[in-house]
């Protein structure tokens, strides 16, 4: 997804997406662990992280990312190709826009959300990316949230001439554009994620990263129509 900031800056997320072989070793663990379900999404799948971990709990996946994530070529294991192409013969694992994600008329066991609201640099936009997650959500359904909170890497980083501060971490400008990086504290995730209207189950600190599983309650559904308007240059969502 894209975000525009003032005139002149778009910040491109698709450049902090990491490919499967930097995935987490805690994270695959946990995922592995997992009891199976029918039906599960990885919000912001970026460039397949964690797509075949997930796979492997469920029957049906769904990958929800921007056009541009969806569409743009990239190396995915080790071949030049797109997400869409990538699971096109799949009976199972499906891709969608967000959009297109919003719309469909189901709701999932299982939803992950990993490394996404981290990178995000406007607060409005979090908000409404977690309404939509527990919107496409059973009732009584989980959803792990994961966010970077604390990175060493960061002060340095902040401190390049290239650098600036936004928000709650710092705009990065390189060769492949604007880029924004992040730290979301546990206690302000949590907010997030209560003001959405999920019920925190538990929180797990590692290595800098907050693991924090949610679950949807029994009634109160909370907004279940969206606003999302997506260009090559902006992404903005809000409940109505």
């Not at 994270?27 to 492997?56: H, M, Q, T, W």
């Not at 936009?125 to 990175?151: D, H, M």
């Not at 302000?188 to 990263?209: C, N, P, T, W, Y």
Request: a positive charge.
């Amino acid at each position: 997804m894209r975000y525009k900031i003032g005139k002149d800056i778009i910040v491109r997320s698709e450049n902090a997406a990491k490919p499967e072989t930097q995935s987490s070793a805690y994270l695959n663990k946990l995922i592995s662990r997992l009891e199976p379900v029918r039906s599960s999404f990885d919000f912001g799948c970026g460039k397949l992280r964690y797509e075949r971990a997930i796979a492997k709990t469920t029957e049906e996946l769904a990958l929800v990312d921007s056009e541009v994530q969806l569409s743009r070529t990239q190396m995915i294991r080790g071949r030049s190709t797109n997400i869409r192409n990538h699971v096109g013969k799949s009976n199972h694992v499906h891709a969608y826009t967000v959009g297109q994600f919003a719309a469909l008329d189901r709701k999932y066991d299982r939803g992950f959300c990993i490394n996404v609201l981290s990178v995000i640099p406007s607060a409005s936009v979090r908000l409404g990316i977690v309404q939509l997650v527990r919107a496409k959500l059973k009732p009584r359904a989980t959803c792990l949230f994961v966010t970077l909170y604390r990175n060493s890497d960061f002060t340095r980083m902040q401190k390049l001439p290239n650098c600036q501060p936004y928000g709650n971490g710092f705009l990065m400008d390189s060769l492949r554009g604007y880029s924004f990086y992040g730290l979301i504290p546990p206690d302000d995730l949590a907010g997030l994620v209560k003001r959405a209207g999920f019920m925190i189950e538990s929180i797990v600190l590692d290595e800098g990263s907050a693991y924090l599983w949610a679950r949807t309650p029994d009634g109160e559904p909370g907004p279940t129509q969206f606003e999302i308007r997506e260009t090559t240059e902006n992404f903005q969502i809000r409940a109505t």
